[in-house]
């Protein structure tokens, strides 16, 4: 996997907001394929008829079988996002989930499909909101453009990873009034990168193109993964590259020290300081 370094300001910006946009994170060849992939996974979905007034039927997220996609499996060590990721989580990560969305226009008078806004893997459920922890992130990659409001972007509550509180919405409202809900522009092979304490929500694609972004989220390895991510089989697993292998799931145990990616980073001097378990006195 190549280097690219986190600036201090890609830090503190993300930081601050809890997510980070990434412009051309995907060449155009890149997007191209992609594009290709997604659309082969996607096919029933883009070919069936308009149901009118189910805005769920025009909403796609499929989770399982992508990454037995070539080009889907060659984004799981993508050399311009994955590299952040580790410098703002550690070496000790791996793949937690995959999700391709795709979202057909939907006429303005349609109710909100999806509209709920929620920080992801559930954590909160069982630690509360309160000294929420940072474990993981998710690299929204933009395969269509995103350049006006409320076609179909994944809206981002600005600084809510801090928040330590639910999140405020008025009963006939279905936005929180007290944080800035950003609907970032940005385009096609752009990448967002978000952490899970970030408040988020789907929103309503009100465009006339069908919105397709690819989520490929990665989390420390003593996270489990998502049930629908399925563990890549052995011989898919020795032609990987050591990173892939590692993001993959393809040591024995969490003991296990994750070799690839702690190399790499020692490489090129970004490892994090050792956290000892005890210190003199
Ligand atoms: O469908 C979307 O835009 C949002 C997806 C989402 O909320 C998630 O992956 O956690």
């Known amino acids: ?18 997510f980070l946009v990434v412009r051309d994170a995907l060449d155009t060849a890149a997007v191209e394929r992609l594009i290709a992939a997604g659309d082969r996974l996607a096919a029933s979905f883009l070919h069936k008829p308009e149901v009118l007034g189910r805005p769920e039927y025009n909403h796609l997220d499929l989770r399982p ?33 995959t999700a391709l969305i795709y979202k057909r226009p939907e006429v303005s008078d349609a109710p909100a499909f999806r509209r709920g806004w929620h920080r992801d893997i559930r954590i909160p459920r069982d630690l509360g909101h309160q000294s929420l922890p940072l474990v993981g992130i998710k690299i929204c990659y933009c395969l269509s453009d995103f350049r006006e409001s409320n076609c179909g972007m994944t809206l981002m509550a600005r600084g809510s990873h801090l928040k330590s509180e639910p999140l405020e919405i008025s009963r006939d409202g279905v936005d929180p009034l007290d944080v800035e809900v950003c609907d970032l522009q940005l385009k096609a092979g752009d990448a967002l990168l978000f952490e899970n304490r970030i408040f988020h929500t789907a929103a309503p694609n009100r465009s006339s193109r ?72």
Not at 1 to 18: H, T, V, W
Not at 68 to 77: F, G, H, I, T, Y
């Open 1 to 18: 996997m190549d280097f690219i370094k986190l600036n201090p300001a890609q830090r503190q910006s993300f930081e601050d907001d809890g």
């Open 65 to 97: 079988g992508l990454l037995r996609d070539e080009a889907l499996l060659a984004l799981v060590a993508h050399g311009s996002t994955v590299p952040l990721v580790v410098q703002l989580l550690s070496p000790n990560i791996h793949l937690h989930s």
């Open 210 to 281: 069908v919105s397709k972004v690819l989520m490929y989220g990665y989390a420390y390895r003593w996270m489990r993964t998502e049930v629908y991510l399925e563990v890549p089989d052995q011989h898919l697993l020795n032609q990987a590259d050591p990173i892939t292998r590692q993001l993959l799931g393809g040591y024995r145990d969490v003991d296990t020290q994750p070799w690839a990616l702690q190399q790499w980073s020692k490489r090129h001097g970004v490892q994090p300081d050792p956290v000892p378990w005890t210190r003199e006195i």
